[in-house]
């Protein structure tokens, strides 16, 4: 049974980071795109990054680029979201979600098979 699970989210002030994990099992990781996607109150799910199975690339979205790193352990079967620089507008539920891979991956929340329940990501002073 294929299971995605977040964590890592909090309270952090403006200009601080994160780190947020999602840690995956029944699947193999490196066959699978994962991406992180966020939704805030009253706005719809909008994608932040992804990373592409079997090394195929990263995509970011232009609000985090610079800020936000993605990163994926096979290993362990984790991928890390490292959050930089935050700022009060990333405040959200932070999910990630899993999806077959062919080729580079894509920001699509609708394109996504597997979600996890997410983290809350609050910036705030």
């Known amino acids: 049974q294929l299971q995605l699970v977040e964590s890592g989210g909090g309270l952090v002030q403006p200009g601080g980071s994160l780190r947020l994990s999602c840690a995956a099992s029944?699947?193999?990781?490196?066959?699978?795109?994962i991406g992180w996607f966020r939704q805030a109150p009253g706005k719809e799910r909008e994608g932040v990054s992804c990373?592409?199975?079997?090394?195929?690339?990263?995509n970011y979205a232009d609000s985090v680029k610079s800020r936000f790193t993605i990163s994926r352990d096979n290993a362990k079967n984790t991928v890390y979201l490292q959050m930089n620089s935050l700022k009060p507008e990333d405040t959200a539920v932070y999910y990630c979600?899993?999806?077959?891979?062919?080729?580079?991956?894509?920001?699509?929340?609708?394109?996504?098979?597997?979600w996890g329940k997410g983290t809350l990501v609050t910036v705030s002073s």
């Open positions: 029944g699947f193999t990781l490196n066959d699978y795109d």
């Open positions: 990373t592409s199975s079997r090394g195929a690339g990263t």
């Open positions: 979600a899993a999806k077959l891979g062919f080729g580079r991956c894509v920001l699509n929340p609708q394109s996504m098979n597997y």
